[in-house]
Nanobody, 122 residues
């Protein structure tokens, strides 16, 4: 498995912006599709966004379309999630994941980070 470490979470006011980063170890990072998921207390883990190995294709949950942007820099072994116009309902632990396909289901990913907390106040 690829080791993944998320960073960039914290407390932000509603309407504000946060950029999350996910740093991956290993030289095969470019061969993985990457995804972001989130989980609020007492709720199921939810798909947020995914990006293909090339970065050419991206997919978003309807709840974040137009507000969040996923990107990757394979030279830096890093994937990003830019989150704008944040809402209190975006509050969750955000997880980075790596897998063999650009899909929205958690079971398709075989490597996961430990998560980073994002709290949106209003």
């Amino acid at each position: 498995q690829v080791q993944l470490v998320e960073s960039g979470g914290g407390l932000v006011q509603a309407g504000g912006s946060v950029r999350l980063s996910c740093a991956a170890s290993g030289r095969t990072f470019r061969n993985y599709a990457m995804g972001w998921f989130r989980q609020a207390p007492g709720k199921e883990r939810e798909f947020v966004a995914a990006i293909s190995w090339s970065g050419r294709m991206t997919y978003y949950a309807d709840s974040v379309k137009g507000r969040f942007t996923i990107s990757r820099d394979n030279a830096k072994n890093t994937v990003y999630l830019q989150m704008n116009s944040l809402k209190p309902e975006d509050t969750a632990v955000y997880y980075c994941a790596a897998g063999g396909a650009t899909v929205a289901v958690a079971t398709a990913y075989d490597s996961w980070g430990q998560g980073t907390q994002v709290t949106v106040s209003s």
